[in-house]
């Protein structure tokens, strides 16, 4: 597989459950961010990994929870969540924290329902 | 305060009528103004970097060009496959607009 790859591709959980979204990048870039689209809302960050170490985190609830056990994996760890944490959940990489000449390369997103 | 804002928040476009997409930006330290083309349930693909005033780059009926103050995004004699939304970004500042949603009608 090339890109970034995230799974699952849709989930539906309850306010009380505990879920994980998974993203995997075959690209050898050095950076991974997590990024949460609501409708009619520009992309918004949540976090960013760079060389597994965590670099920002913008004011995320406690409710999500981010993990990189290397520079390939990120996980975003769920748990009570809210009603409007419902979204596309996106996923991302690039070559290092400046970008590079080709920005980011997204996955294909989690779309998550919260019930 | 950075941001990026487009306009017009929504296009529908008669095949083969060209226009253009605007993103307006106050990005202080600009490391590239991106062009992102997003489909439904998919995420962002790269399109095009800007760095400097005067610039232009091309893509086949995109062509995207960059002032000190905006970037236009233009399609010429668009396709239905060029429907989707059109994100401008600063990715170094993690800045996104809120997107074009294009529709071009056959």
């Known amino acids: 597989e090339t890109g970034v790859t995230q799974t699952p591709r849709h989930l539906v959980m309850g306010m009380t459950n505990k879920k994980s979204l998974k993203c995997e990048q075959h690209l050898g870039h050095n950076a991974m961010y997590w990024y949460k689209q609501s409708a009619k809302k520009p992309l918004e960050l949540m976090f960013v990994?760079?060389?597994?170490?965590?670099?920002e985190n913008n004011s995320v609830p406690s409710r999500f929870s981010p993990e990189c056990p290397n520079s390939s994996h990120l996980f975003l760890h769920l748990h009570t969540l809210q009603p409007e944490d419902s979204a596309l959940y996106l996923c991302?990489?690039?070559?290092?924290?400046?970008?590079?000449?080709?920005?980011?390369?997204f996955g294909s997103g989690t779309r998550l329902t919260v019930v | 305060e950075d941001q990026v804002t487009q306009s017009p928040e929504a296009l529908r476009l008669q095949e083969g009528e060209s226009s253009s997409l605007n993103c307006s930006y106050t990005?202080?330290?600009?490391?590239?103004l991106f062009w992102y083309r997003q489909d439904p349930g998919k995420g962002p693909e790269f399109l095009f970097t800007l760095y400097s005033a005067g610039e232009e780059k091309e893509k086949e009926r995109l062509k995207a060009t960059l002032t000190k103050k905006e970037s236009f995004l233009h399609i010429t004699a668009p396709k239905p496959e060029d429907s989707a939304t059109y994100l401008c970004?600063?990715?170094?500042?993690?800045?996104f607009g809120t997107g074009t949603r294009l529709k071009v009608l056959a």
């Open positions: 970004a600063a990715p170094h500042k993690y800045i």
């Open positions: 990994y760079s060389l597994e170490e965590r670099v």
């Open positions: 990005v202080s330290g600009l490391r590239g």
């Open positions: 991302a990489s690039s070559q290092d924290r400046r970008t590079g000449s080709y920005g980011y390369t």
